[in-house]
């Protein structure tokens, strides 16, 4: 920025007449203007604003630094994530530092603020941000105002749990660090997660590649719609550039028709969320379930639909589940949805034509409650899974297929030492069997199962 | 058999300190409320390298763009 420019700006923002900016620095340099402002003699009033903007100043560096920070080690986890605590603070703030596949800082959030021993930590809330930066890596940290990092038997339950999600979404967890007083405590170090900052997550590629479809698949379909050409629709993978050109299409576009198409389906967008809002269908039995898939599917045969519920059951959105998709794929699948939807829970529901309604299958039922067990574990249900033709209709929840979900335990751990390193093995191993019957079921031998075990057994 | 409806969940509490206090001078400097509320430091971020994003008013997106430049020059000065 010119001299010049720089001076307009502070004149306009300050109130300081640019004359008396001018004449200070006939003699001095801007550093010596914003170092010492009282020298210009400006009035309270405007000190006071040349002092915002000082603070803004700082303020904006600290969140600039944000885009820049790379995670290699441990001890950058705790230089960077110390700062943001307040040593002073009487209440326990949980954050999370979401990191790419290299490591380097997308972005730093406050999951929480509690009280003086505890705070409340939903996966479901950790995990939904890390779905929006489109993270692969995270760091979770938090603060005992007490002083003593030792991690609590809650702080212990929420790392393993958002581990065993971390697990099934392809994010990993890299560390856990408790801030103490002057001291800390990081999961990491003490060997409670085993996972090296450097690797670099295999999952990231096939991921890049499916936003990429994803993109791929929206400028399509909006080049079909509004006949705008493919070649006006450039967005590579940047999503706030897709939600600015939605908003101020005539930032990209030079021909009205297109710029009004655009505004004409922001517009159709608009009442369709109103539409949706007044008239949000509640749930309330099963044969409801199969009434609104009747009306919504007319056309289909042969799908499965996720419907998913807020906490009224009331219908947020639907979802047809891929049909190639395995059970893995397909519990990552629906998670996220419910994650990225702020969906309490869901539905699955199966339409299809008489010739494929068979009883209900040991597979079917043991498939549906692994489904269960994975979305439980961010705090989503699953309601029930029904199955409808035109002759035939079996709700689980009715027949009472579906268990109530018991939740995974780590609270029975003692904390000290050896002892409760070797129950969070146990519980590790118990949690881990769950997951591995679930891949085994799709994809795994027993092989590989055995494999899984050891490697359980190993940590 | 009808479903059991969920609990409402406790909302999560944000911390909203940094962005409040931004958005404040902000405010105060442009002598102009924006009705805007930011739930992470990353989405102010964003909002100053993209006031468009965020607001319709021109005359006050321009004045952030100078605003945004003006503080990048003073940290620049500051720094060095």
Redo the contacts between chains.
């Keep these: 920025m010119a001299n010049e420019k720089f001076i307009e700006g502070l004149s306009k923002f300050t109130k300081i007449p640019e004359s008396k900016i001018r004449e200070f620095l006939e003699e001095n340099t801007l550093k010596n203007l914003l170092e010492h402002p009282e020298s210009i003699k400006a009035t309270q009033n405007q000190m006071e604003k040349f002092n915002d903007l000082k603070r803004l100043t700082n303020l904006y560096e600290r969140l600039s630094k944000y885009k820049e920070y790379k995670f290699e080690k441990t001890e950058d986890s705790i230089e960077f994530l110390s700062s943001h605590f307040d040593r002073l603070s009487d209440k326990e703030k949980f954050l999370v530092a979401y990191l790419d596949d290299e490591s380097k800082l997308l972005g730093v959030e406050t999951i929480s603020i509690g009280t003086l021993n505890a705070s409340i930590v939903h996966p479901r809330d950790v995990m939904k941000k890390a779905l929006e930066y489109k993270s692969k890596r995270m760091i979770l940290c938090h603060n005992h105002p007490s002083g003593d990092p030792t991690p609590s038997r809650e702080d212990i339950n929420i790392t393993m749990r958002l581990e065993e999600v971390g697990r099934l979404l392809d994010i990993q967890v890299l560390d856990h660090i408790v801030i103490g007083n002057g001291n800390h405590y990081s999961f990491r170090e003490n060997n409670d997660i085993d996972v090296d900052y450097s690797l670099t997550n295999t999952q990231s590629k096939k991921h890049e590649a499916i936003y990429k479809r994803d993109i791929k698949d929206f400028v399509s379909l909006l080049s079909k719609v509004t006949k705008i050409p493919k070649k006006d629709l450039n967005f590579e993978t940047k999503e706030n550039e897709i939600k600015n050109f939605l908003k101020r299409p005539y930032e990209y576009l030079s021909d009205e028709k297109h710029i009004n198409a655009i505004y004409m389906l922001s517009e159709i967008q608009a009442k369709y969320d109103k539409v949706k809002k007044d008239f949000a269908v509640k749930i309330s039995s099963p044969w409801d379930v199969k009434n609104f898939i009747e009306d919504v599917y007319s056309d289909y045969e042969n799908i499965q639909v996720a419907v998913f519920l807020d906490t009224k059951n009331q219908i947020i959105n639907t979802k047809i589940i891929p049909d190639k998709l395995d059970l893995n794929d397909k519990a990552k699948f629906i998670t996220e949805y419910a994650i990225l939807n702020d969906s309490n829970s869901y539905i699955l529901v199966n339409k299809e034509d008489n010739n494929f309604l068979n009883d209900i299958s040991s597979e079917k039922l043991r498939e549906v409650n692994k489904l269960k067990d994975v979305s439980n574990l961010v705090g989503i249900k699953l309601l029930d899974n029904i199955d409808f033709s035109e002759s035939k209709f079996n709700s689980f929840k009715e027949s009472g297929h579906i268990n109530e979900t018991e939740n995974l335990d780590y609270s029975k751990l003692s904390l000290e030492g050896n002892e409760r390193k070797d129950e969070i093995k146990k519980i590790r191993l118990d949690n881990l069997s769950k997951i591995i019957d679930n891949k085994k079921e799709i994809n795994r031998d027993d092989k590989d199962k055995k494999k899984w075990v050891n490697w359980a057994i190993d940590r | 058999?009808?479903?059991e409806?969920?609990?409402?969940?406790?909302k999560?509490?944000?911390?909203e300190g940094?962005t409040d206090?931004?958005l404040g001078?902000?405010e105060?400097?442009l002598g102009k409320k924006l009705d805007l509320k930011f739930t992470?430091?990353?989405e102010?971020?964003?909002f100053?390298n993209?006031p468009?994003?965020f607001l319709e008013d021109e005359e006050i997106i321009d004045e952030i763009k100078?605003?945004?430049?003006?503080?990048?020059?003073?940290?620049d000065?500051?720094n060095g």
Excluded: C, Q, W
Excluded at chain 2, 5 to 10: A, F, I, L, P, V
Excluded at chain 2, 66 to 75: C, F, P, T, V
């Design positions: 058999m009808l479903y409806e969920g609990k409402d969940e406790d999560t509490v944000f911390d940094i206090e931004f001078i902000i105060s400097l992470s430091p990353t102010l971020f964003n100053m993209d468009g994003a100078n605003l945004k430049d003006l503080i990048s020059e003073m940290g000065i500051f």
